[in-house]
């Protein structure tokens, strides 16, 4: 298995995070803490262009020179391992870097911009970064320190039924990067299991998006909403209390947007949506409001979760 | 078949536009495409939709430019499913986006960009990534309880201890300005706009 780092991190910051999930943000800290993992944030770090890049409205070069820059901060911070905490951001940033490495006229067109444009601070060299060995999602680094995981669980969640939600830009884009599956993807399955949870493993459309679509939920939200009801039909057939996930778009589409499908579907969907560094929070004993964020969410978190057990030592 | 291929016609040009654009990242993929469907039978666009990825390959392989034009292709949810299972190392997806902004540059495409235009605006001059407003209504509507969340965002933050602030700072968003006008960003965006007002 690849390298995975636990150390000279630069936790890249996610628009969607910030906004509509602060708490992963939160979460994500509170766990890396507990976990031995040295990291940093930058408020120098700028989005990655994600939701405007897959609306059509960044093309490849803008999002690419963007990067430039990022990667930069987190070179200049000597800080080269950039986790990130949405799928999107990881896709995205993954994919400048291995661009700039390979494909040198879009290298030397980005720096030339950069040098008659007083920015030559920002120009990239071939392999500053590499895509494998420096551009991470979260995940990845839990599952690096997959053994200190047990030692810091305080509370036992294992009556719960609990499934997963591997988001496609984790999984499907740089597919030779994904840990633990991509047509059967388990990473976040192999995490539960070390918090001392069983999940459901495979179910129907386990693998299928959570039906965002990017422009698809606003021009198109037909289109987007019964795609979404493909999955959320499947976690209902399994009667599922706790989805777990790793992007906060897909966090969005099922949380905020469950009630609305519920109504569509004329069936009542009932589980609860949490980020699967929310979820390890829960269990290593993370306050509700303080770590967790659990005003942001639309389904209540309580409403499935309403008296935590410790574990027997 | 009604009409007769020549030897000097070049259907391939289409598709070595596609092969050379900074965002494909296939090599020639795209050439490779045997037409098995297997895009088609994994997609959920296809699965709710007109959309047809297979086709889409097909089309781009007879060189048919009018594809650019086709309604359909807007339908694709970039889950990249059509990328993850390619025997052949092909990968709609990209094409799919390739062929948007092959749109966009000839103008084809404006009008499907007039409601993310919020995207370019929070970035250009506050670099950050926002959801754009015109969609606050709709969400509002469909999502109980979002706008108040939203008016309290700064007091669930505070409680959760984050920081460093969501605003940039002036001289990160004018480095981000002036990267996303040297790239032709800027005047896209204000061609779009033209349009849109015409």
Same mark, same amino acid.
């Given at each position: ?96 870097? +291995?661009?700039?490495?390979? +494909? ?21 060299? +071939? ?17 690096? +320190? ?168 | ?55 889409i390959i097909e089309r781009v392989l007879d060189g048919d430019v009018t594809i ?79 706008w108040d969340f939203r008016q309290n965002l700064d007091e669930i933050r505070d ?40």
């Amino acid at each position: 298995m690849k390298n995975i780092p636990d150390k000279d991190l630069l936790l890249f910051r996610s628009c969607l995070v910030s906004v509509e999930y602060p708490g992963v943000e939160a979460s994500t800290k509170f766990v890396f803490d507990k976990l031995g993992i040295d990291y940093a944030i930058s408020d120098k770090q700028t989005c990655c262009t994600g939701l405007g890049h897959y609306s059509d409205v960044f093309n490849q070069i803008d999002t690419t020179a963007i990067g430039a820059r990022n990667f930069k901060v987190a070179r200049e911070l000597n800080r080269p391992n950039l986790v990130m905490m949405c799928a999107t951001c990881y896709a995205i940033n993954k994919k400048s870097v +291995k661009l700039l490495n390979k +494909k040198d006229d879009l290298r030397e067109h980005i720096n030339k911009l950069f040098d008659e444009n007083g920015l030559s601070h920002l120009k990239y060299e +071939k392999d500053d970064l590499k895509p494998t060995e420096n551009i991470f999602h979260v995940v990845d680094i839990l599952y690096g +320190k997959k053994d200190k995981i047990k030692e810091n669980i305080k509370y036992d969640l294992s009556d719960y039924t609990i499934a997963t939600h591997h988001g496609c830009h984790y999984c499907k884009v740089h597919y030779e990067d994904t840990i633990g599956g991509v047509r059967d993807p388990n990473i976040m399955d192999e995490l539960i299991e070390e918090c001392g949870c069983k999940t459901i493993g495979w179910y129907d459309h386990k693998r299928a998006t959570c039906g965002t679509g990017f422009r698809q939920r606003y021009s198109n939200p037909d289109l987007s909403f019964t795609a979404t009801a493909d999955k959320m039909n499947a976690i209902a057939d399994e009667d599922v209390d706790i989805l777990v996930h790793l992007c906060p778009n897909c966090h969005i589409q099922f949380d905020r947007y469950q009630h609305l499908i519920s109504e569509r579907e004329g069936r009542n969907f009932r589980a609860i949506h949490l980020n699967i560094t929310q979820f390890m929070a829960l269990a290593m004993g993370g306050d509700f409001d303080k770590v967790i964020g659990a005003k942001a969410h639309t389904v209540p978190i309580d409403s499935v979760i309403k008296e935590l057990k410790e574990v027997e030592k | 078949m009604t009409s007769q291929q020549k030897i000097t016609d070049s259907p391939i040009d289409f598709a070595e536009d596609i092969i050379e654009d900074v965002k494909n990242s296939k090599d020639d993929g795209v050439l490779k495409c045997v037409q098995c469907g297997m895009c088609t039978s994994t997609c959920p666009a296809a699965r709710h939709s007109d959309y047809n990825p297979r086709d889409i390959i097909e089309r781009v392989l007879d060189g048919d430019v009018t594809i650019m034009e086709d309604e359909n292709i807007w339908n694709c949810f970039y889950c990249y499913t059509c990328h993850s299972v390619c025997p052949v190392g092909n990968s709609v997806c990209e094409v799919n986006q390739i062929l948007k902004q092959f749109a966009i540059t000839n103008g084809i495409g404006y009008d499907k960009l007039y409601e993310y235009m919020g995207f370019a605006d929070s970035y250009f001059t506050a670099a950050i990534g926002a959801i754009p407003e015109i969609f606050f209504e709709d969400i509002d509507r469909d999502v109980p309880g979002w706008w108040d969340f939203r008016q309290n965002l700064d007091e669930i933050r505070d409680e959760l201890e984050l920081d460093p602030p969501l605003m940039p700072s002036k001289e990160v968003i004018n480095e981000v300005s002036k990267i996303l006008t040297i790239t032709g960003f800027k005047d896209k965006i204000d061609k779009i706009r033209e349009s849109q007002e015409e």
